[in-house]
């Protein structure tokens, strides 16, 4: 949610298990193959890249909301960021990914 300009702030959903703990992970890449882990889902991030943002408890609903602050720098315009949500308890990943370039 939100523009993805240099120093904006981007609001994200994700959507998990309820009352389950969840963190926003980013990373520069990614992977050139993606990642099963059984049970838990497939990483589609760059692993040697990850950062990771603690995002807070799902809702009921598995839903949870956070914010991410895009870098301010003006070398960074056209840099693209990917993101994708984990949950710790019971731990998984969410299904899909997305791709932010930053703009002016």
Excluded: H, K
């Amino acid at each position: 949610i939100g523009a993805p300009s240099a120093g904006a702030r981007l609001g994200f959903e994700l959507r998990g298990p309820s009352y389950s703990q969840a963190v926003l992970l980013w990373s520069d890449g990614l992977a050139l193959t993606p990642i099963e882990f059984p049970t838990i889902g497939t990483l589609y991030l760059r692993r040697t890249s990850i950062a990771a943002e603690p995002v807070g408890a799902a809702d009921v609903d598995g839903r949870a909301y956070g914010e991410f602050a895009l870098p301010a720098n003006a070398n960074d315009v056209g840099r693209t960021l990917y993101f994708q949500g984990f949950f710790s308890t019971p731990r998984r990943l969410t299904n899909d990914w997305v791709g932010v370039t930053i703009l002016p």
